[in-house]
Structures are given as C-alpha cells and as structure tokens.
C-alpha cells in the first residue's frame, strides 16, 4: 500500500524558516517523481516543486529561490526547505507521488502559518 506521511510544519514568524520532510511507504521511492503542493486560504491546490527520478527541480515562481526541494532515496524521505517564509506561505503542504504507470497518491498534508 502507498503511503506518504508529511511533517514538519508549524507555526512562524515572516521570515522564518521551516523544513517539510514525506516519508514513503510502499514504493520504490526513486522511481518516482516527487512534488509538494499546497492549498492556501480561497484558492486552488497548487504545485509548488517537482523533483524528478532524474534529480532535477522545478519550482512555482512564486517560492523560487526561497525554497528548496529535495530527496533521499536511501531513506524513502522528500524533503522540502522553506525559507524566508512570507504570510502568503500560509496554507496546507500536501505531499505527492506520481509512479512511472502515472498512478498518484498524496498524503494527508501538513499545516504552515506564518504569522507574527
């Protein structure tokens, strides 16, 4: 059975930092591509980085240079390092996994606010 399982989310001050971690189940982790995606406040679920089985990265505009995604295959662990973190941050960090078939699951997501 598939499984993600995110943590580290919180509370922070703008400008703080905070570093998401998913750990896999299931899944021969480095066959597939990882993303992280978020659901702020009134609005849609969002992509916010990719990492491929290829190791490459690919970010939201948004969040470029500010966050970094990345990933230990040995451990079955995405990562996800946020810094400078700004209010509109805010939001619900989810998880996901697409496998070389194109089938994908998601965790259940972790809560982010960035409020003074």
């Known amino acids: 059975q598939v499984q993600f399982k995110e943590s580290g989310g919180g509370l922070v001050q703008p400008g703080g930092s905070l570093r998401l971690s998913c750990v896999a189940s299931?899944?021969?982790?480095?066959?597939?591509?990882m993303n992280w995606y978020r659901q702020t406040p009134g609005n849609e679920r969002e992509l916010v980085a990719t990492?491929?089985?290829?190791?490459?990265?690919n970010y939201a505009d948004s969040v470029k240079g500010r966050f970094a995604i990345s990933r230990d295959n040995d451990k079955n662990t995405l990562y996800l390092q946020m810094n400078n973190l700004k209010p509109e941050d805010t939001g619900v960090y989810y998880c996901?996994?697409?496998?070389?078939?194109?089938?994908?699951?998601w965790g259940q997501g972790t809560q982010v606010t960035v409020s003074s």
């Open positions: 996901n996994g697409i496998s070389p078939a194109n089938i994908d699951a």
């Open positions: 299931g899944i021969i982790f480095r066959a597939y591509v």
């Open positions: 990492s491929t089985r290829g190791l490459s990265t």
